[in-house]
C-alpha cells in the first residue's frame, strides 16, 4: 500500500461545497489477473456536457494506474478519435468501428489504433457509424452488437470505455446493453436536473428490458465554476436528490481541455501537472475505489 497521501490540493470535490474533508483515494494494487473487463460508457442525452473529454482523459489516466485501457467512439462525430489525433472521417469504412459492429467475422486487431498513451487503444469511428441506427433496428439482436464485439475483447483490457452520442437512439441503446455501469457527465446548469431525471428514467427502461446488471456507477460534475453561483446551487440540489451517486470529484473549467483536442492528446500528458489532468488521475482512483473498474 502507497503509504503517501494522495490528497490533490488543485482538484475540486464535492466535499469541499459542503464543507466536509475530502476522501483520500490511494493509489490501488494491480488489476487482478484473468478478469473480463469492466465496461462503462458515458453518457448523456444533453449534448457537449464533457462526455468525449471525460472519456479520454478517465482512460488515460486508468492506464497510469496500470490498467489496460480500450476506448469506443461511438458517436458518427468521431469527436473522440480526432481527441486522440485521428480524424476518422478519412478512414475507410473497414476500418472504423461500424465494421465491427456489423460483422462478427471482422478483424478487430486490424481497426483498433493505439494512442499516444501506452495502454490506451481505441476503436475509431466515423460518420458511417450514422446508418446504423435504422440498420441496427430493423436487426433482430440488433441491440446487442455492440456487446457482441466487445465480449471478443474483453479478456485483453482492465476497462473498456465507450463513447456514447448525445441521443437515445440505437446506437445509444448499444452502448448501455454493453455496459456493465454508466458514468454520467453532467454541466451543473439549471435544466441540469430535469435533463438527468429523463435520463434515469431511460437507464431504467434499458435494465428493465435489455440489461438488468447496468448500473449508475456515478453522476460526473464537469465544466465547474467555483465561482459561480448556479453551478453551486445546482450541484448542491443535486448532492441533496442523489448523495449516493455523485462522484466527490469534480472536474473544474479550464482552458486546458479545449486545447487538448487541438494537440489530439489526453491532459495526462499534454499539460501533465494541471490541475484538470489531477482530476481525471482522483476520479480513475475514486471509480477503482468504488468497485467501477479493477
Ligand atoms: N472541464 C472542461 N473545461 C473547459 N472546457 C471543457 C471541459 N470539458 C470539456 N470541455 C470542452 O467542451 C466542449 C464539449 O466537450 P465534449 O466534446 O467532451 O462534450 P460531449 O458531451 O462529448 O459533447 P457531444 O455531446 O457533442 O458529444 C469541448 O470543446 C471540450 O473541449
Ligand atoms: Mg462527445
Given at each position: ?114 494512442s ?7 476503436l ?9 441506427e ?24 482492465d ?50 428490458f ?63 501537472s ?21
Open positions: 500500500m502507497n503509504a503517501k497521501s494522495t490528497i490533490e490540493e488543485d482538484v475540486a470535490t464535492t466535499a469541499n461545497l459542503l464543507g466536509k474533508t475530502p476522501k483520500d483515494f490511494r493509489v490501488p494494487s494491480a488489476p487482478k489477473d484473468g478478469l473480463p473487463a469492466k465496461v462503462i460508457a458515458l453518457f448523456n442525452q444533453k449534448g457537449g456536457v464533457g462526455k468525449t473529454t471525460s472519456t479520454i482523459n478517465l482512460g488515460a489516466a486508468l492506464t497510469e494506474l496500470g490498467r489496460k485501457v480500450l476506448l469506443v467512439d461511438f458517436d458518427p462525430q468521431g469527436g473522440l478519435s480526432l481527441g486522440l489525433g485521428v480524424n476518422a472521417h478519412s478512414l475507410p469504412l473497414e476500418q472504423t468501428v461500424y465494421y465491427a459492429l456489423m460483422d462478427p467475422s471482422a478483424d478487430v486487431d486490424q481497426i483498433i489504433l493505439k499516444s498513451v501506452p495502454g490506451l487503444d481505441f475509431p469511428a466515423n460518420r458511417d457509424l450514422g446508418t446504423a435504422t440498420t441496427l433496428g430493423a436487426e433482430i439482436g440488433g441491440q446487442q452488437f455492440l456487446k457482441r464485439t466487445l465480449n471478443t475483447l474483453k479478456d485483453r483490457y476497462v473498456i470505455l465507450i463513447d456514447c452520442q448525445p441521443t437515445m437512439g440505437q446506437l445509444t441503446i448499444n452502448a448501455l446493453v454493453a455496459a456493465d455501469e454508466v458514468i454520467v457527465p453532467l454541466q451543473c446548469e439549471y435544466f441540469a436536473l430535469h435533463g438527468f431525471i429523463e435520463l434515469k428514467g431511460n437507464l431504467d427502461k434499458v435494465k428493465n435489455l440489461n438488468p446488471q447496468l448500473k449508475l456507477i456515478g453522476i460526473l460534475a464537469t465544466m465547474y465554476e467555483r465561482k459561480t453561483v448556479h453551478n453551486r446551487e445546482v450541484l448542491t440540489t443535486i448532492l441533496e436528490k442523489y448523495p449516493e451517486d455523485v462522484f466527490e470529484t469534480i472536474i473544474a473549467k479550464t482552458i486546458r481541455f479545449p486545447e487538448t483536442t487541438v494537440v489530439g492528446e489526453p491532459i495526462t500528458t499534454y499539460a501533465s494541471s490541475g484538470g489532468a489531477n482530476s481525471y488521475r482522483r476520479l480513475a482512483r475514486e471509480l477503482i475505489a468504488r468497485g467501477g473498474a479493477r
